[in-house]
């Protein structure tokens, strides 16, 4: 018996080990993300037509259009939005 009086405390293999748990805490641990500027990451994500930044262009259309003058420049393709991915966006590496 246990200190508090408890024999059912499970067997080990049945309850694992705390570690091994996902929680919103513990989500990300050891996986790959995007960075901070790719395409998928906190701040690239925005200028994306579904972001903050990009949705608004869309709303607004004509050149700030994804396929306008000036919207097309800040697609991964365009010239500005094709810079930042090659030289800022990617993958970082693993949490831990």
Do not use: C, W, Y
């Not at 200028?47 to 004509?62: D, S, V």
């Amino acid at each position: 018996m246990s200190a508090h009086n408890s024999s059912n405390t499970g067997s080990k293999t049945s309850t694992g080990m705390a570690s091994q748990e996902k929680t919103p805490a513990t989500a990300g641990i050891g996986e790959d993300k995007p960075k901070m500027f790719d395409a998928q990451g906190s701040i690239g994500k925005q200028f994306t037509e579904e972001g903050a930044i990009g949705g608004t262009a869309q709303k607004i259309g004509g050149p700030l259009d994804k396929e306008g003058m000036v919207g097309k420049q800040f697609t991964t393709e365009g010239s500005v939005g094709g810079s930042v991915q090659s030289k800022l966006g990617g993958q970082s590496g693993r949490s831990n």
